[in-house]
């Protein structure tokens, strides 16, 4: 196995990793805020409709699972750190405190 073949197994066993944490937060019946894993990032424009963590500043949806179709910019996967810019049109999205905040309210009123 080549560098390049290593490199693209690694990346590919990450998204598969963030896809079942967003897979498993679907399956949940009662929909969460997710947190920031320790070493992670919010990284937008890479979900699959309906498999993203949660969004940041926008009014399409309120979190998890809620993407309507692929590569929203405001919805996003938790990936390991320095992955999402290795991803085509994967954007680092800064989430703050406040904006975890805001998404548990408006989990709340679902």
Request: net charge positive; proline share 4%.
């Amino acid at each position: 196995m080549n560098a390049k073949t290593k490199k693209n197994a690694v990346i590919h066993s990450a998204l598969l990793v963030a896809l079942s944490f967003a897979g498993a937060q679907v399956a949940n019946a009662e929909p969460k805020v997710p947190q920031l894993p320790a070493g992670w990032e919010a990284c937008g424009g890479v979900a699959k409709a309906g498999m993203n963590d949660c969004a940041v500043r926008t009014s399409l949806h309120a979190c998890a699972g809620m993407a309507k179709s692929d590569n929203e910019a405001d919805s996003y996967v938790f990936l390991p750190k320095g992955l999402c810019t290795k991803i085509a049109k994967g954007t680092v999205l800064s989430v703050t405190k406040e904006d975890m905040a805001k998404m548990k309210e408006e989990m709340k009123k679902m």
